[in-house]
């Protein structure tokens, strides 16, 4: 991972990783030491799928998942009932 962020060996300020603040930066901020001020949020990586098509394969992976989990939730109550039959 260093030399994937720093590869010329050398520190550099990185988004959402680190940055160097300065006594004026830190002051600016109140005096809070929170990094999250500081180095603020990287760069999200370009999905090559646009938004509706990703959240269409989302919708129907959901749809699965609620149909397998009725399925599960079935079994299990026909597995109680047989056990409180005994």
Do not use: H
Request: charged content about 30%.
């Amino acid at each position: 991972m260093v030399a994937e962020k720093f590869p010329k060996g050398c520190y550099e300020d990185v988004p959402g990783l680190c940055r160097i603040a300065t006594i004026k930066d830190i002051e600016a901020q109140g005096w809070s030491l929170n990094p999250g001020r500081y180095v603020g949020v990287a760069e999200g990586e370009k999905e090559a799928v646009f938004f509706k098509e990703r959240l269409e394969e989302l919708q129907e992976e959901l749809e699965r998942l609620n149909a397998e989990a009725a399925q599960l939730q079935s079994r299990i109550a026909q597995n109680v009932a047989e056990l409180l039959e005994v």
